[in-house]
């Protein structure tokens, strides 16, 4: 390009009479020679370029070839590694469980980190195993007499269906172990306690059959101690045992229930005994299928002001500590179960 438009300059140009002149001539010359140069490095420029070019993108290919070939034999490798672990793993079924168990618990420490950064407090203290702990049952896994008594007291003693279910099977199964009719029991914890578990009396009886946990302390130790008394369960079978070791020692349920009342010694129960086998009465009829009005009304109770528990002390000098003359009296109303167990 240069070397045209220095001919074009010298021949058509104001230049031209230059040529006249040596010294113009050989300035021209130098001018041309430079050109020519000037064309020599581009092009030199130009495949310098190009086989960097070649160069760059065959090393470019040649990497990506060695990475490609490293990728895949390491995917060969990781397949290997998880199948001959899995082969391991399967044979072992302690690791197995302990893999599982810390890949949940990591998972489930994510969850509940997200779910406490949202503002769900709950899911922290979720605790799946607390079902386990209700004492509950489903009315419809009942039989048919059971159903009947269990929708009959839930409705009297406004108290929700699935616990009284429980109760009530519980009642069948602890009364046939013990030969106590079943419509007993419950009429027992109707009457002492209105089926609150953690009823508690002036003179210390608690739970659904009023069982004086202080006194019969021992019978607890097989449940895990005292504290058991608030377990609905371990209190009904306690009180089963308090109940059929007092008939056993009155010779008769009607005489057994005025000692299971702390009654022996006085005069008259207060019409405890009546109370109760009334409400046996009437959960009997529900069990027959009779029609029953959860309205009717229970035989009355008043007991007579005691200045202590009364036991039968003298029928059986080791049933029970002596009485304490500053435990407070216990006012009209109160039944307490307070027989030890003989031997």
Not at 6 to 20: Q, S
Request: glycine share 8%; charged share 20%; aromatic share 6%.
């Amino acid at each position: 390009m240069l070397d045209w438009l220095l001919r074009t300059f010298l021949e058509f140009g104001p230049a031209a009479n230059l040529r006249v002149y040596p010294r113009f001539q050989r300035a021209a010359s130098a001018v041309q020679s430079t050109a020519k140069a000037y064309k020599g490095i581009d092009v030199k420029a130009l495949q310098i370029l190009r086989a960097s070019r070649t160069a760059t993108s065959v090393f470019v290919r040649d990497v990506g070839n060695g990475l490609l070939e490293v990728s895949h034999n390491g995917l060969a490798f990781l397949g290997l590694a998880v199948l001959t672990g899995g082969i391991f793993f399967s044979g072992r079924p302690d690791i197995r469980h302990d893999a599982e168990r810390l890949a949940l618990g990591w998972l489930q420490e994510r969850h509940v980190a997200r779910a406490e950064q949202s503002g769900d407090v709950l899911i922290s203290l979720a605790e799946p195993g607390a079902v386990a702990r209700a004492t509950a049952a489903d009315p419809r896994e009942l039989t048919r007499q059971q159903g009947a008594v269990a929708q009959w007291l839930s409705r009297r003693y406004k108290v929700a269906p699935e616990p009284v279910s429980r109760l009530v099977q519980e009642a069948w199964l602890v009364g046939q172990k013990a030969q106590l009719d079943p419509t007993l029991i419950l009429a027992i914890m109707a009457v002492e306690s209105s089926f609150n578990p953690f009823a508690q009396s002036s003179v210390g009886a608690q739970g659904l059959m009023q069982v004086m946990t202080r006194i019969h302390d021992d019978k607890y130790q097989a449940f895990g101690g005292i504290h058991a008394a608030f377990d609905p369960l371990t209190n009904l079978r306690v009180g089963v045992q308090v109940l059929k070791d007092c008939i056993a020692r009155a010779g008769s349920l009607h005489e057994g229930l005025r000692y299971y009342v702390g009654a022996a010694n006085l005069p008259d129960d207060g019409g405890y005994a009546n109370k109760v086998l009334s409400e046996q009465a009437h959960l009997r009829l529900v069990a027959d299928g009779k029609n029953v009005a959860v309205t009717v009304r229970q035989a009355g109770v008043v007991l007579p002001r005691r200045t202590a528990p009364t036991l039968d002390v003298a029928a059986d000098p080791d049933a029970a500590p002596a009485a304490n003359p500053s435990t407070p009296a216990a006012p009209a109303g109160e039944q307490v179960a307070l027989l030890r167990r003989p031997g």
